[in-house]
């Protein structure tokens, strides 16, 4: 890693771009509802050193989805006990009647990567899931 000195207050810098990227650049700014092109550059940088974050394989934070049938034959229990697992990772968990049949388990976690990824493996394993995800995202320690 460089040895980069921190830059006090605010830092300007230009970028170049055909005319085309930034014409397109423009209106993805505008529809994302950024107020300037510095906000939507800045929100870019932070999830790119997000990304950087999950590979590196340090402390991250995130969100696990769920969705599942919860008349499916012992599908809660193994959910359960595959969290059970995994105490050390999830910091909590929420639980949401979508109707009759379906539910929605949202887990928040945080720790190191390589344990939030085998828990995201030992779920999808549990047969019966509908779908689920991971929202990947910093405990904000190391982002400006």
């Given at each position: 890693m ?45 999830q ?28 809660v ?12 990772v ?11 049949h ?22 999808k ?14 405990t ?5």
């Amino acid at each position: 890693m460089h040895d980069i000195p921190k830059t006090p207050g605010v830092a300007r810098f230009s970028i170049s771009l055909d005319g085309d990227l930034a014409h397109e650049f423009d209106h993805w700014v505008a529809s994302e509802g950024y107020p300037t092109r510095s906000e939507a550059v800045k929100a870019l940088i932070r999830q790119g050193m997000v990304a950087r974050e999950w590979t590196q394989g340090g402390v991250v934070a995130g969100a696990i989805t769920m969705v599942y049938d919860h008349h499916g034959r012992d599908l809660v229990n193994r959910l359960l006990d595959v969290q059970h697992d995994f105490v050390e990772v999830i910091v909590s968990n929420q639980h949401v009647h979508l109707d009759h049949h379906n539910c929605l388990e949202i887990l928040t976690v945080r720790g190191r990567t390589a344990d939030i990824q085998r828990l995201v493996t030992a779920l999808k394993a549990v047969k019966g899931l509908k779908h689920h995800g991971l929202i990947m995202t910093t405990t904000g320690q190391d982002l400006a």
